[in-house]
């Protein structure tokens, strides 16, 4: 083999072994698990008509499954290793952003997928709004808190989304509350995610020394 | 000289008592002041108390000024609901700590038995959380207190909410050692309120034990006149407090069954804990079975207390010189005077007429889908008015909306019962259809005319039925909403309407006794 190709080969390996351990280390394979698990609750949820009908009891579970779901995406973006992590190279960002990316991306598949046949109010892209801007939102808090704090910020926005669909609130800020035709809403979910992408990608998700 | 030397030697040290049992007891003070201190509970409260401040405690306040309305939300469930999903996820994340740092080896060789290390972790966890909710509670009280008119303070939801609380956060620190993940925590408060969610539109018996009520799919919904016409009901919560031990005795016994725990004998006294939890948790829901509901009221045997059938003794408030007049408990009277003055025209109109009911009288309220539920009992006839007052949500308004002097939110309770137009839009077709069908009946097409003509001259024209069309689901209503304009009997309503008042009497004391019989038609009227 020419000393170019090997360098090459060796170089891919390499890759391939760091993104392996990489995705390992964020317990990726579990989140990947849980998201599934995250699909068959939704269509559990359908068949036993937990969701059922067009009012705020039909849209509160769905918001909840999907809220679980970047819950999980969120969790696989912590580091085991903490600050050290951030000397090792330039690629821990975009192997941050491509694994959240990544799982953001299998759970709106799962969730989907989960709701097939029947569908539930707002349809697929009722999902893949509440997925993407719940997933920033989530994003950003891991990125600003640290521990269970982390997860308390998305859970205080699903708290307020319910508030909201019980008092028919129409704010884009609150999508879940928001018609799936509403451009307001789809454009904030669509920052959140962006903000929340680029906070897990710069920064990672944050770590105090007694996690 | 040596054997002397070996015997003092061997001779066997005495041994001090007690001074490893108070050396343990003392370690496991410590470890709960440490954790006190350190507990990650702390950083819960502000989330807990902002979305029970955003959520329960603004929304109690803008209902009306009883205990009963504004407790409604409280004994809803609305204020664990803010706080429960917190709880359970940090109690996890408290729980999975030595599992997550991987220090559970090193943990597990120290002196102090993991059982009563785990419980000193739970201990200053849940302090926090009863700390928080407590002082939320309070403050709701102590607010609801300083301007209430009437009823009085509930002390059962204030235990059902601390009691649900201890037990999720008994259950989320349990789960959070068993599985020991990072995953565990938010997966373990997403499924808390899902569990409240669903638990809250879940029909029957058994939805009961839940303290998230809806008023729509509960068989016992909380009702707003609560502890003004009876006693709060105590068997439901007693019930529900039972339950919810036996959930924190279960979660907290099975803290000391692993084999980290300890020897066989605390082991044991663990896994005993928690089976004395699980008998707990299954006598009460034993017991839920065998509830009995009537009128939302919920009646478990084996926990009654009869005092609470007994209702509260109280002199009405009535308007002073109606024809008819309108008594209200003391607890509404700031509603009074809007109230008489709405149903006035009405009862104006039929006043003296036979038959006529000769005062109205509030009592229970019944349901919360209708604003209002009357009906002509007794001899002499009284109208009793079973009204919906101090109800979250929006009322009922006609197809045309609001007068234009009613100002914005509308319509909340108090905006509906403090306006008399209102009153006049929406409680008086309601009480006016009671009345005429006790005093002429609607059977026939001669009582359907009469009975709109009456109603007409009470100042409530037929075409309010017929243009709310399905909007009051009272059949009563729904007959007099099929009598259209240009019919017979329509137009025999507005000639009967369009009498005087003293011809209207005269007519109506010759031919009442017929009319109710069934024995006129329409050629008959006037």
Known sequence: ?211 | MTDVATLADRRPVPREPHRHGSALRLASGRLLRLELRRSPMLLMIPVGVFLFWFDTYRSSMMLDPTWGSQTLLLRQGSALEDFAPFVAGFAAWTGARDGRRRTAEQIGVTALPRWAARLSSWAAATFWVVLAHGFCLAILYMSIDSHVTGGSAPWWPVIVDLTGLIAMSAIGFALGVMLPSRFTAPLVAIVVFMILTVTRTAPGKYAMLSPAVSPMYSLSPAKADAGVFYPYGSDLPKVQVFFWVGLAVLALGTLGVSAVCGGRLARLGAAVTAAAGVALAATAVGLVGTATVVDGRVTIAAVHDSSQDVPISYTPSCSGSAAIPVCVNPAYQDYLPSIAAGLAPLLDAVAGLPGAPVRANQVPSVTDSLPVVASVTGSPATLDLSLSVGDQGLMWISPSGPPSSVTMPCCSSRTLWSSSELIGLEIKPLVGVAVVKSMVGLSDDAQQAVSLGLLESGGVPASEFVSRDGQFPDANVQILEKVLPGTPTYEAAQRFAAMSAQARHAWLVAHLDLLRAGRLTLADLP
Do not use: K
């Open chain 1, 1 to 211: 083999m020419p000393p170019a190709a090997t360098s090459t080969f060796r170089t891919g390996l390499a890759n391939s072994r760091l993104l392996r351990l990489f995705l390992l280390s964020r317990h990726v394979p579990t989140a990947l698990a849980l998201l599934v698990g995250c699909g068959v609750a939704m269509q559990l949820a359908i068949r036993v008509h937990w969701i059922a009908g067009t009012g705020a009891s039909s849209q509160a579970v769905p918001i909840l499954i999907e809220g679980a779901a970047a819950l999980i995406v969120t969790v696989a973006a912590r580091s085991p290793f903490g600050e050290v992590e951030r000397a090792v190279g330039g690629r821990t960002p975009w192997l941050r952003l491509g694994a959240t990316l990544g799982l953001a991306t299998f759970a709106v598949v799962a969730l989907i997928l989960g709701a097939e046949p029947h569908g539930i109010l707002g349809g697929n892209v009722g999902i893949l709004r509440s997925m993407a801007g719940l997933t920033g939102v989530a994003g950003l808090s891991a990125a600003v808190f640290a521990g269970p704090l982390a997860s308390a910020g998305p859970l205080l926005y699903l708290g307020i989304a319910e508030f909201g669909i019980n008092a028919q609130w129409t704010s884009p800020w609150i999508w879940p509350c928001c018609p799936t035709h509403d451009r307001g809403a789809a454009i904030t979910a669509a920052l959140a995610l962006v903000a929340g992408l680029l906070a897990i990608a710069v920064r990672g998700a944050r770590e105090t020394s007694d996690q």
